[in-house]
């Protein structure tokens, strides 16, 4: 796939794997979110964040400063909006923070696309099988 095409593909897998885990989070609640709220939170969260970050990376930012403002806004907004109780806050801070790394693991092993986290490095599958396996 083109390099132009992998950050819209990033985009949409985090913005659904996003809205799975709010939906989830808040699946116990007598009145749930509405799908505008959670698609709302996604938006902002997901696509703002990405897309922030990736003009902070081409802008030779610092990486504290275009990973911290979408971490910031993570960890904060969907809380806040969604007004979480203690249970679903905790439940939702494990899978936010376990869910970028794991997109980033499945892409790089089976697509071999580096650059979701690029401080993480991961083989790919086609990267394995051709030094001849793990291990060697």
Not at 60 to 84: D, N, Q, S
Not at 96 to 112: K, N, R
Request: net charge positive; aromatic share 14%.
């Amino acid at each position: 796939m083109s390099e132009a095409l992998r950050f819209p593909v990033f985009i949409l897998v985090s913005f659904v794997a996003f809205v799975a885990i709010l939906c989830f989070v808040t699946r116990k609640r007598v009145s749930r979110p509405s799908l505008v709220a959670v698609f709302g939170i996604a938006a902002v969260v997901v696509v703002g964040g990405m897309v922030f970050a990736k003009l902070g990376q081409n802008a030779g930012w610092h990486w504290g400063i275009y990973y911290t403002v979408p971490t910031l806004a993570t960890l904060v907004l969907p809380p806040a909006v969604l007004r979480f109780s203690a249970r679903e806050l905790w439940l939702y801070l494990a899978l936010a923070a376990l869910s970028s790394p794991v997109i980033h693991m499945l892409f790089s092993f089976f697509l071999g696309w580096h650059d979701y986290m690029p401080f993480i490095r991961v083989p790919s599958l086609s990267e394995i099988l051709r030094s001849g396996g793990a291990g060697r």
